[in-house]
């Protein structure tokens, strides 16, 4: 058994200025590379998808749900926002939060203060894409994010999900600077990030498995 890792880049990509950071190793949720780029792991793609397909309920439509990413120098942690005073309301079309909520449950879900939170939202049988509503509140959200956290870097993305049906699984894939889609056995998922002014945000992908390798 070989211990591999894949790495996958794109050129052209815009990146989050972190807080400088000496280079180092982390644990298998990700590692953190000289300048600070917004950095994906297969462990964390695994628990997104997990979070999104846990709200299926039979013969019933998917409603928007929003969860989010914390980290100090890349996305370590994942929360999901399954209370009243987060969400206020959600349907297929429309998911209402509290931003400020959402920052008081960062925090006490967390060790330590994060340097970078990734707010994310699904749109269920839709697209990984940016609609007026979600441009307009973004700013208010990140200055609310910011107001309560100091210095934070906020970026936002946007979760689509496809409907139930039988598929083959597909690792998670880079497809543009910005998107990285897989499916499950069951359904299609695709997640774009954004900053506040939504111009798409660039990151790392690092999948780290454990597998029978032949050379």
């Known amino acids: 058994m070989k211990k591999i890792r894949v790495s996958i880049e794109g050129d052209g990509r815009v990146t989050i200025k972190l807080k400088k950071r000496p280079v180092v190793e982390t644990r298998d949720t990700g590692r953190v590379f000289a300048g600070g780029d917004l950095l994906l792991s297969f462990s964390l793609i695994n628990q997104m998808e997990i979070r999104v397909e846990s709200v299926f309920r039979p013969g019933q439509s998917d409603v928007e749900i929003a969860y989010a990413l914390s980290g100090s120098t890349y996305p370590d942690m994942l929360h999901k926002f399954s209370s009243n005073e987060v969400v206020a309301h959600a349907t297929q079309e429309r998911i209402i ?119």
């Open 97 to 215: 939060t509290a931003a400020e909520k959402m920052a008081e449950h960062i925090l006490r879900e967390r060790p330590d203060v994060p340097n970078i939170i990734v707010g994310v939202h699904t749109h269920p049988d839709g697209a990984a894409e940016l609609f007026e509503p979600d441009i307009s509140s973004m700013p208010g959200i990140a200055a609310k994010l910011k107001e309560r956290i100091a210095g934070v870097n906020v970026v936002f993305a946007i979760h689509a999900v496809s409907g139930e049906s039988p598929r083959a699984r597909a690792q998670p894939v880079k497809i543009a600077v910005n998107r990285i889609s897989w499916s499950s056995i069951t359904r299609r998922h695709e997640v774009a990030f954004f900053n506040e002014k939504a111009e798409p945000v660039g990151f790392r992908y690092e999948q780290y498995c454990y597998a029978q390798c032949t050379s």
